[in-house]
């Protein structure tokens, strides 16, 4: 997820949508550059019409790419990759050809390149044939086996067979309520994207169906990545059959794709809760904060010297009690002094009560003078303290 989401984005000029560059072949051609190498074309639209064994098919392609062809190498890969005709699209073989090209030993070569490439295979190839004592006649039939593209396999052929069958079984019955291109409005570029898109196999009232299914779908549910897409399509080819089956009143096949249709939107998770719905809530704090700017207005961004707490309203309020005694109270002078005097007043009392307590001590001992002791014991202390005021006025200074 954290790689994917680092990568650009690239807009796909046929089926005009915007996936991650890693749904886009690379190619050497110079015009591609500012792209970063990618083309303007998915993978899926480029190669929707892509027949590993038709060589007119991929060869644009190739050429495009700016890579060689050499069909040694592309052979090779058909035998290794294409066995199975359910695991076998346009791109089985085309993706791991241009990866092949990226290799040391190709990489330096381009389209042009792919004639003499040829001839340097065909001269080893010769040189070595000649070693082994064989004919002119042989060797040349076996250079031109080996430039052809391998014949296609009578498994796949069979499966062509019975998907064109089934197709032309579901909609034969209703051909004659079907619409003609023209009929439609569609116009050159549009059947050229609708063929690419959904297959050549529909018919263009089919295909506009689809694709109304596919914008209704896509503004429906939040879809982002190439699979969500991908399985996109598949359900709106399998709600169109499923209607189609319906209408011919072919209730068991209708049940079959019906359930096919339930089981792909599930794994897909195109449910209720993925439908885009601006009313059903807020769902993240972004969406948050939008709502308190629009209906709360501004939210300042910086520190208010306004009081947040009651420990901040407690403090103020001293300050401002404090400003209007000292700035408004008009006798505040004579409350001070007033205050100075009693305490005064209050030391002087202590100090006679002191005095009176030592005399009780003189009258029981006539030989004892305490009051000469008090007397010593207030000059020492007024003397310390002089003391440490002389010092910390030297620490001052």
Known sequence: MGRSSTKRKIYCEKCKSTY??????????????????????????ITMNVDNW???TYL????????????????????????DPAKVNGMTVIGRYLGAMRMAQYKKYRWNDTEYLMKVEDNEKEVSMRQQGKTESEIQKTLEEDRAPLEKPEI????????????????????????????????????????????????????????????????SYDIQTAGERDSLKMICKTSLKAHQLIDLGDVDGFQKLTRVYETLMKQNK??????????????CLGKFVALCEQEGGFIPQYYTPEPQDRVDETLADTKRYLRTLVQTESSLDMLIESAIKAIEKENE???????????????????????????ELR??????????IEREEEDGA
């Open 60 to 83: 644009p392609i190739l050429q495009e790419a700016d890579v060689p062809y050499i069909p040694r190498v592309w052979n090779k890969l058909l035998k290794t990759y294409c066995q």
């Open 349 to 375: 009392h202590t100090e006679q009560d002191a005095i009176d307590e030592i005399m009780k001590f003189a009258d029981e001992d006539p030989e004892y003078s305490p009051l000469e002791d008090y007397q």
């Open 54 to 56: 038709d060589a007119d």
């Open 156 to 219: 796949f052929k069979e499966a062509e067979r019975k998907a064109a069958a089934e197709s032309a079984t579901i909609s034969s019955p209703l051909a004659s309520n079907t619409q003609s291109a023209e009929e439609l409005g569609l116009t050159e570029d549009d059947i050229n994207y609708l063929s690419i898109k959904w297959g050549s196999s529909y018919s263009p009232d089919e295909w506009v169906k689809l694709e109304q299914l596919w914008v209704e779908m896509n503004e």
């Open 20 to 45: 991650v560059e890693d749904s886009f072949y690379k190619s050497n051609l110079e015009k591609y550059a500012k792209n970063n190498g990618y083309m303007n074309i998915c993978k899926k639209c």
């Open 270 to 283: 195109f449910t209720s809760s993925q439908l885009r719905d601006e009313s059903k809530g807020i769902d």
């Open 379 to 388: 000059a020492f202390e007024e003397q310390e303290l002089a003391a440490d």
